[in-house]
């Protein structure tokens, strides 16, 4: 085989024994279109690609200049291209060929310069590539993002991104959102998370110096987004995630700015590098405050519901014991009466029958009490007070009105008077007259009825509120049981104490605290 010989001049191969044919075949193979263009842009050189995919002929094309091939944006694109290639060497830009019927076909255009042996530029060697195919996957992937982006939206989802080695995170606009901050403002560091912008703070510390940058200074220390415990239990959740390669997950609350606290999740995988250590952890992160507060409500209804079981067992055990002894006192004084005929046994026989028939209502009126669901309106507490003391037999007991004509709480008229009405006739009937009861107006929302009376027994306040608790031989002990289920439905609460003259308290809190 006789030796060949190649001379590279300028960007050009030249070789004698070269065949023009064999060069020919090798440009047409070439599944992109080849181009050479003179530094004016006209045309040189070209593969059949070109006018296979233009529609030109060969004679128009070489009549053409590589402008003619763009409109728009496009010519000025392609434009730019070209004087970048004749002035730094080499471009890689993209354009809209427009065919000879006026179709358009994105393509990848890279140019790199031809020079004569001198260095001057002589014109353009270049490939055009189309990328149709690639244009539309890149548009099934904008959409698809698209997609994913509102259903995330719609969730409260953001998506971050922490970068182990540096501690860098990185967090899309919705997990900006959650947490607070205003699109770009996050510092982007794992210490922000927790912290807050501070505009006075003029000087970075030295651990936030390298990523504080040159606008507002962000201090790690400024854990008030999220509370420390909360922090810190998060950091001990992520680190065991690093460190196991196990999936990372915590709910934290958020305290923005200006806004309600929040709950968060966050999820979270840990990736690695080549040599197989972690290397980042990608997750996600979801508002789930109404979660957590069904969460609670379901809670609440729980510990209502258990404490409605403890008191109808309370319930049960009254009925059988406190039933039962008035019911063992007739029934013996029956006998007596029987063979007797003594005046005195049929009394004592009649006032336990009316004991149990005392007893019998008040229970009836307690197990209501239980599932009670208040119609409410405005009531006006003052007038209610008074009507419930001339529906109450206080005999020679007085009463003392402080609240204003004006007050007001919303609830059910006939349910309220009864709290009254329980609370004087609690008021009269466990103390000796003289006895002045007074009701009044409580700081913060709601309304008190004290006595000068002895005041409460000596035991927990909140005992006096059970099933069955009387230091009267003659009460039935369901009467501030009553009141407290008929307070605790209008979703009030109830307190006992002593008094300013040594009686007893009851101070009824309507703003739920």
Excluded at 310 to 328: G, I, K, M
Aim: charged letters at 30%.
């Amino acid at each position: 085989m006789p030796e060949k010989n190649f001379s590279y001049d300028g960007n050009i191969i030249n070789s004698a024994e070269w065949d023009r044919d064999f060069i020919e075949a090798s440009l047409n193979a070439i599944p992109d279109i080849f181009y050479v263009v003179d530094t004016d842009g006209d045309f040189q050189r070209w593969n059949d690609k070109l006018p296979q995919r233009t529609g030109y002929t060969d004679e128009e094309i070489g009549t053409m200049n590589a402008l003619e091939f763009f409109t728009g944006d496009d010519r000025e694109t392609i434009e730019s291209s070209i004087e970048t290639v004749l002035q730094t060497g080499e471009d890689i830009t993209e354009a809209e060929i427009t065919t000879k019927e006026q179709h358009t076909i994105p393509h990848e255009f890279r140019g790199v310069r031809q020079t004569d042996a001198a260095g001057t530029p002589t014109g353009i060697i270049g490939i055009g590539r189309d990328i149709t195919t690639r244009k539309y996957r890149e548009e099934e992937l904008k959409a698809l993002n698209t997609r994913f982006d509102l259903a995330l939206s719609q969730t409260d989802t953001g998506i971050w991104e922490l970068d182990i080695a540096s501690g860098t995170v990185r967090w899309d606009t919705t997990s900006e959102r959650l947490f607070g901050y205003d699109p770009g403002e996050f510092p982007g560091t794992y210490v922000g998370v927790g912290s807050r912008v501070t505009e006075s703070d003029t000087e970075p510390s030295a651990e936030t110096a390298d990523t504080a940058g040159s606008g507002p200074k962000y201090r790690p220390e400024y854990g008030d987004r999220i509370p420390d415990e909360d922090l810190d239990r998060v950091s001990e959740q992520l680190e065991h995630a690093i460190k196991t390669g196990e999936q990372y997950q915590a709910d934290f609350r958020v305290q923005p700015p200006n806004e309600p606290q929040r709950w968060i999740q966050a999820r979270g995988v840990v990736e690695y590098d080549h040599d197989g250590q972690p290397d980042r952890v990608l997750g996600v992160q979801t508002d789930i405050t109404a979660q957590k507060e069904r969460e609670r409500e379901l809670e609440r209804t729980k510990q209502t519901l258990e404490q409605k079981n403890e008191r109808l067992n309370q319930f049960a055990a009254t009925v059988s014991h406190d039933l039962r002894n008035p019911l063992e006192i007739a029934q013996g004084y029956l006998d007596v009466a029987r063979e007797t005929g003594e005046e005195d046994a049929f009394d004592t026989l009649e006032r336990s029958l009316d004991r149990m028939e005392s007893m019998i209502d008040e229970l009836l009126a307690l197990a209501r009490t239980e599932t009670i669901d208040p119609e409410t309106e405005p009531v006006r507490v003052a007038d209610l007070v008074a009507t419930a003391w001339e529906t109450t037999q206080t005999g020679t007991a007085e009463l003392a009105c402080d609240l204003p004509d004006s007050m007001t709480v919303v609830a059910e008229q006939s349910l309220l008077k009864n709290v009254f009405e329980n609370l004087f006739r609690n008021a009269v009937e466990h103390n000796e007259s003289p006895v002045t009861v007074t009701v009044g107006e409580l700081d913060g929302g709601g309304f008190y009825i004290e006595d000068t009376g002895s005041g409460l027994p000596e035991t927990d306040d909140q005992s006096v509120f059970a099933q069955g608790f009387t230091t009267n031989d003659s009460g039935t002990g369901f009467g501030l049981a009553i009141t407290r289920n008929l307070i605790e439905a209008h979703g009030w609460t109830i307190t006992a104490t002593a008094s300013a003259a040594g009686g007893a308290r009851f101070e009824i809190r309507t703003d739920g605290s």
